[in-house]
């Protein structure tokens, strides 16, 4: 057997998983975000070959069309890995990593589902294996903001246009406050969706944004112009960061600033909680991008491997799939 092998945790381990999830994870990988956002999704557990359980990812199966594939939990940027850190020196952390690819390698290999799209957090970067395995892996990325200095000094690294649009906000009369109301702010986002271009669809539901909103680990933003909702923001958090999830502006309000004054308040939310990092989870559409690079992030990436028969990847480039 494996030094580490892979395998779906059992109801007896949920509990022990979760210990670990909060000592060595996100908010992303424990149950205050995961039995709320998404039910259905399956944690896998790390294990040493004593049966030692030393780490974890999230996935669901996923339907696009008439194909299944290996996916993220539903609104989570990644897979939510996280693993102790067993050794005390630099090549016996590489070593780590090595082997916790493999055993998710190995774990792939035993799926029923053969097509695969999983993206890595940021701190995981060693996708050797997976290159040397025949996975394709590719790089995404996202802004991050370190919030140690303070706000002043964040602000200060604000493109000229985002400091415009916080002015114009201002000037405008956008005033921008906390809600825990989630049918609020369900409202306020779907009429933002429902005011672009083309069809989309919100993957969560009053329900969940207000159980997400009654716990400490979320927080919204709406903001309002003449008293009337134009834009909104949802933001999880954990011990360290704050992580953007969702946000929208209404199409015939998206000069007025409202959107950069969600965000700006955001971070200085995220400041006086205490946190240290303010994350905007992935930025890879450009016009989204160009908005987020605005605030003065540091531009990070993080990995992801994908997994296609050839058919499948025609099918799925075909709907604009380009990743695989």
């Not at 999830?21 to 039995?35: N, T």
Request: overall charge positive; proline content about 3%.
């Amino acid at each position: 057997m494996a030094k580490i092998y892979a395998r779906n945790i059992r109801q007896d381990e949920f509990s022990a998983f979760e210990q670990l999830a909060q000592e060595r994870g996100s908010i992303l990988s424990s149950a205050a975000w995961i039995d709320v956002i998404d039910p259905t999704c399956v944690r896998v557990g790390l294990f040493q070959k004593d049966g030692q359980l030393i780490g974890g990812f999230l996935y669901r199966i996923a339907k696009l069309k008439i194909l299944s594939v290996i996916a993220t939990p539903l609104l989570t940027p990644h897979c939510a890995l996280f693993f102790k850190d067993l050794g005390s020196t630099k090549s016996s952390a590489l070593q780590l990593e090595k082997q916790v690819g493999e055993a998710m390698i190995a774990w792939l290999q035993d799926q029923a589902v053969s097509t695969v799209h999983l993206p890595f957090p940021s701190a995981f970067n060693d996708m050797q294996v997976f290159h040397w395995s025949g996975l394709k892996v590719g790089t995404k990325y996202t802004y991050r903001i370190k919030l140690g200095p303070g706000i002043d000094e964040v602000r200060g690294d604000y493109s000229s246009s985002t400091k415009n649009a916080l002015k114009k906000a201002d000037k405008s009369g956008v005033l921008v406050r906390l809600t825990t109301d989630g049918n609020e702010l369900f409202k306020v986002l779907t009429t933002a969706l429902a005011s672009k271009k083309g069809s989309h669809h919100l993957d969560i539901d009053e329900v969940k944004l207000t159980k997400l909103l009654d716990g400490k680990n979320a927080f919204a933003l709406v903001a309002e112009k003449n008293d009337h909702p134009i834009a909104g923001g949802f933001f999880i958090h954990d011990r360290k960061a704050a992580y953007y999830i969702l946000g929208g502006v209404v199409r015939e309000e998206g000069n007025s600033g409202a959107g950069a004054a969600v965000i700006d308040r955001a971070i200085v939310h995220s400041k006086e909680l205490g946190l240290e990092v303010f994350d905007f989870e992935g930025s890879m559409n450009p016009g989204i991008e160009h908005f987020f690079r605005g605030f003065g992030g540091d531009l990070e990436p993080y990995f992801q491997i994908t997994r296609a028969k050839n058919i499948q990847r025609r099918l799925l480039r075909l709907r604009g799939r380009k990743e695989f």
